[in-house]
Each structure stands twice: as structure tokens, then as C-alpha cells.
């Protein structure tokens, strides 16, 4: 193999970022605690006991009065999500609320992809 193949091969794997999803519990007053899923392509996901479950789509990155980094998650629903990424405190604020919840946050875990099958009504009957 010649060394522009080899430098091109190393290129391309330094080029291509990792997509590993990863998830992450918070517990907040006010609400049952919630499974943060991020997924690619940002894609962040809420679960709560109760069936409950809120998508959205992206970060927005900001910066508060004191200069700290923060990114803060929209979620369909209202509800934001904030961390500080300076002191990785994690705050929510409720649909409705302009008021910062503090949270407690687990530390953050690799998740797995799952495979769904694929779903067909047409064996169903509509009548």
C-alpha cells in the first residue's frame, strides 16, 4: 500500500466523527426523574414515569452574565433543558416557568442502538 492510500485511509477516519448516543438521568423538583437520550444528529428525548415523552431537536449554545457556556434544549412541549458547562450544573425550566430548577444529573452513559422491525396494518382489519 502506498503512503498517500495509507494518509488518505488515517484522513478519513480522523474526518468522521463518532456518533455514540448517550443518555443521562435527572432528577428535578417539580417532576418524576427524566431519561435524557441524545441521539445523532441532535436528537434529544425526555422520558418520565406516566408514559410521557418529549422530543427535540438541537442545542442552542449561549452564554449567561457571568460568561459561562451553557446549551440549552427545546423541548416540543415548552420544557427547556440548560447545563452550564463551565460547572456542569444541569436546570430545567417547566413549560410556562421562567423560573431555573436546579437538577440532579447521573453522570453520562453509552447507549445502544435498537433495531426496530418493521410495522405493517395491512394485514389489519380498518372496518
Known amino acids: 500500500m502506498s503512503y498517500s492510500a495509507l494518509a488518505a485511509c488515517l484522513l478519513a ?9 448517550s443518555e443521562f438521568q435527572i432528577t428535578c423538583p ?9 441521539a445523532q444528529y441532535g436528537l434529544t428525548t425526555a422520558m418520565w414515569p406516566g408514559h410521557h415523552f418529549q ?8 452564554q449567561i452574565n457571568g460568561g459561562d457556556r451553557v ?10 433543558l440548560i447545563v452550564d458547562k463551565s460547572s456542569d450544573e444541569t436546570f430545567f425550566a417547566f413549560n410556562n416557568s421562567s423560573e431555573l430548577v436546579p437538577c440532579a444529573r447521573s453522570s453520562d452513559r453509552e447507549s445502544e442502538a435498537i433495531s426496530l422491525e418493521r ?7 380498518h372496518s
Do not use: C, E
Not at 13 to 19: C, D, E, M, R, T
Not at 33 to 38: A, N, P
Open 55 to 62: 422530543i427535540a431537536s438541537g442545542r442552542q449554545r449561549s
Open 13 to 21: 477516519f480522523i474526518l468522521v466523527p463518532a456518533h455514540a448516543d
Open 71 to 80: 446549551t440549552i434544549t427545546r423541548f416540543r412541549n415548552g420544557d427547556q
Open 119 to 125: 410495522y405493517s396494518d395491512a394485514t389489519k382489519d
Open 30 to 38: 417539580g417532576r418524576a426523574t427524566m431519561t435524557i437520550s441524545r
